[in-house]
């Protein structure tokens, strides 16, 4: 069993072959699903945001190139493990900053350089990877949602920003799985959602999901933070991350930063919610790609209505950096990290 809890929402979907996932960009006005089982239709579907959130990207990503061996016309091994080292290059990609993916992909290379006898071994083994991965995003979402919910008092408003929700992942989420799971064991809470401009992913995609929930949620502009913090209406602040160092910096959503900052300064609690295979265990600061998107993404609202100068120059970074000394501890599937972040980080990894 996968998960002890209801599973309302599921972002991805292994469907005999092919990848099945809800087409988050039409999120909430419709609740579409594709399917394929081609990687680069898989990761053009990252790139352009219908998968989205660190974890969801990891495992689309390798059920892509499980995908891509399943389906696979040859049976030469040598030849489908290239078409697979192909797909891998393609979907590694797709998003820089998301350590998740390329963790997902380190598995699938790993399984792909074992030795096989035949193409039906291969993709067995493959496919069985994949899988694992997969039900390994909800069962670490649902311990993780177990170990954050013992910081969440009976009262508590929560704020939230972007989607770590079962949008972000496979299901559950990791920010939402703390929310979700605090809910369920009868803890009267109540969530605010940060709009999470440019792409909205809190107004369209956290919202959707909580009030499928029934979990009480107000959605409020990225820049009334500092007013609902100052008006004493938030009593924590839980995000998630798409990638963090060994020395506790978070590198999550834009805004992320800004709200955790603001947070310190009402000494309210600022939590971070991951799995560990969103650590990074090599990375240095320095060496943090952060991605920069489409200026269109800023100059339009969800591509249609121009809000300003067709041409005006625009600073999309789609990632900030919260410091570690912002972070009051983060929450992952074997326990709550506390500082100092250097120190307790490497101890939970056993490096």
């Given at each position: 069993?996968?998960?002890?809890?209801?599973?309302?929402?599921?972002?991805?979907?292994?469907?005999?072959?092919?990848?099945?996932?809800?087409?988050?960009?039409?999120?909430?006005?419709?609740?579409?699903?594709?399917?394929?089982?081609?990687?680069?239709?898989?990761?053009?579907?990252?790139?352009?945001?219908?998968?989205?959130?660190?974890?969801a990207?990891?495992?689309?990503?390798?059920?892509?190139?499980?995908?891509?061996?399943?389906?696979?016309?040859?049976?030469?091994?040598?030849?489908?493990?290239?078409?697979?080292?192909?797909?891998?290059?393609?979907?590694?990609?797709?998003?820089p900053?998301?350590?998740?993916?390329?963790?997902?992909?380190?598995?699938?290379?790993?399984?792909?350089r074992?030795?096989y006898?035949?193409v039906?071994?291969?993709?067995?083994?493959?496919?069985?990877?994949?899988?694992?991965?997969?039900?390994?995003?909800?069962?670490?979402?649902?311990?993780?949602?177990?170990?954050?919910?013992k910081l969440?008092?009976?009262?508590?408003?929560?704020?939230?920003?972007?989607?770590?929700?079962a949008?972000?992942?496979?299901?559950?989420?990791?920010?939402?799985?703390?929310?979700?799971?605090?809910?369920?064991?009868?803890?009267?809470?109540?969530?605010?959602?940060?709009?999470?401009?440019?792409?909205?992913?809190?107004?369209?995609?956290?919202?959707?999901?909580l009030?499928?929930?029934g979990i009480?949620?107000?959605?409020?502009?990225?820049?009334?933070?500092?007013?609902?913090?100052?008006?004493?209406?938030?009593n924590?602040?839980?995000?998630?991350?798409?990638?963090?160092?060994?020395?506790?910096?978070?590198?999550?959503?834009?805004?992320?930063?800004t709200?955790a900052?603001?947070?310190?300064r009402?000494?309210?609690?600022?939590?971070?919610?991951?799995?560990?295979?969103?650590?990074?265990?090599?990375?240095?600061?320095?060496?943090v790609?952060?991605?920069?998107?489409?200026?269109?993404?800023?100059?339009?609202v969800?591509?249609?209505?121009?809000?300003?100068?067709?041409?005006?120059?625009?600073?999309?970074?789609?990632?900030d950096?919260?410091?570690?000394?912002?972070?009051?501890?983060?929450?992952?599937?074997?326990?709550?990290?506390e500082?100092?972040?250097?120190?307790?980080?490497?101890?939970?990894?056993?490096?």
């Open positions: 069993m996968m998960s002890a809890y209801p599973i309302k929402v599921k972002a991805l979907e292994w469907a005999n072959g092919s990848v099945r996932w809800i087409n988050t960009k039409l999120l909430p006005e419709a609740e579409v699903y594709e399917e394929s089982s081609d990687y680069e239709r898989i990761a053009r579907a990252i790139e352009d945001m219908e998968i989205r959130g660190a974890p990207i990891g495992v689309a990503a390798a059920l892509a190139v499980a995908a891509t061996v399943y389906n696979a016309p040859s049976e030469d091994v040598a030849q489908v493990k290239s078409l697979a080292f192909k797909a891998i290059e393609r979907l590694r990609r797709t998003r900053t998301a350590y998740n993916l390329f963790w997902s992909l380190m598995q699938i290379e790993d399984a792909l074992k030795d006898t035949s039906d071994e291969l993709r067995k083994a493959v496919v069985e990877k994949a899988l694992q991965l997969y039900k390994m995003d909800i069962e670490v979402n649902a311990r993780i949602g177990e170990n954050g919910e969440i008092e009976d009262g508590d408003t929560i704020l939230t920003h972007c989607n770590a929700g949008l972000a992942t496979v299901a559950l989420g990791t920010a939402l799985a703390i929310i979700r799971i605090a809910w369920y064991k009868g803890k009267k809470i109540k969530v605010i959602a940060t709009e999470t401009r440019p792409v909205l992913q809190g107004a369209r995609l956290t919202v959707w999901e009030k499928k929930e009480p949620v107000t959605l409020i502009t990225d820049n009334m933070v500092g007013y609902v913090m100052y008006k004493g209406m938030v924590k602040v839980i995000v998630g991350a798409d990638r963090i160092l060994l020395d506790g910096h978070v590198i999550n959503k834009i805004g992320t930063y709200i900052v603001v947070a310190q009402h000494r309210i609690p600022f939590y971070v919610a991951a799995p560990t295979s969103t650590i990074d265990p090599r990375a240095s600061l320095d060496s790609v952060i991605e920069e998107r489409n200026p269109d993404e800023v100059r339009r969800m591509g249609k209505l121009l809000i300003t100068i067709v041409d005006v120059p625009v600073h999309n970074p789609s990632f950096i919260t410091p570690p000394d912002l972070v009051t501890s983060i929450v992952t599937e074997r326990g709550v990290v500082p100092p972040y250097t120190i307790n980080i490497r101890k939970m990894l056993g490096l």
